[in-house]
């Protein structure tokens, strides 16, 4: 299975058809070489495979890492159980 985290564009890099995307702070470079859109700083993407797949709503950017985090609340709390 493959799960696409939404990513936050912070950075962008035109002469390299890339921009850097913060994912729940984790920073690093992707290319934008499959995405006909423009993308500006702020905007929520999914990432497979270090290439931008498409461009997402920030309202359900947000929902999705709202849930990928009290997943990981949860699987930290059945750790420390």
């Not at 939404?6 to 920073?27: F, I, K």
């Not at 461009?55 to 947000?62: H, N, S, V």
Request: aromatic share 4%.
């Amino acid at each position: 299975m493959c799960l696409s985290v939404p990513s936050q564009v912070v950075a962008l890099h035109p002469e390299e058809a890339a921009v850097t995307v913060d994912t729940l702070g984790v920073r690093r470079k992707v290319s934008c070489h499959l995405l006909a859109d423009e993308l500006t700083i702020g905007d929520y993407v999914l990432i497979h495979i270090g290439f931008v797949m498409n461009r997402i709503d920030k309202e359900d950017a947000l929902k999705s890492i709202e849930i990928y985090k009290d997943i990981v609340s949860s699987m930290e709390s059945d750790e420390n159980a």
